[in-house]
């Protein structure tokens, strides 16, 4: 009986230490990216690109909310003269998938030349897909657009790849998934810094998978 009590004190209190680690590194996120975050337009630093960052596509092709926002506020900036031209950046890691071709789908449909986008078909997690803008499509000066949730684990990789960019919040609307997304991000902030500190490479350099 006094063993069994050891191991569940041991198990709460190793919980317990989980979980401020967690709440630690989110506190850090937040800490180092506050001043790069934006949710009004009229404060938002003009730059030369928009990163609109991949999420879930129908079976139909058609964009999540989630997405869609994201997709919506790029536009926005762009008709605001904040930005001149659109990375987008997602999953195409199979032929009956393609984030990617969703989105510039929309762009064009919503009046976009085709001629201002540039696709990122190998952005499979934010890591590789804020490493791949900097390193690969070279882009120096950027406004990235996703939910504001999801923006300092976003702006926390960039900053520590050396990348100028700032964020701004799609949110446009409550989110069904957004409960269990926020809750998802908490882990995600610990592989982004386990990420960081090895300054690892993304799975491929490659334009294209």
Known sequence: MRRLKKIILASVIGLVLVIFVILGIEAIF?????????????NVPPAK??????????ADGKLSPILQDRVDTAIRLYKNDKVSNFLVTGDHRSDDYNEVAAMVGYLEEKGIDKKLIISDHAGL??????????????????IVVTQKFHL???LFIAKNLGLDYRGFAADQRAYQTEYRLKQREKLANLKALWEVLLKKKPRTLQARL
Do not use: C, W
Not at 52 to 58: D, N, Q, R, T
């Open 30 to 42: 937040q800490r180092q990216t506050t001043g790069l975050i934006y949710t009004n337009m009229s």
């Open 152 to 154: 300092p684990r976003t």
């Open 49 to 58: 690109t928009v990163i609109i960052l991949g999420a879930s596509v129908h």
């Open 125 to 142: 997690d934010t890591y590789d897909s804020m490493y791949r803008a900097g390193k690969l499509f070279e882009v120096e000066n950027a």
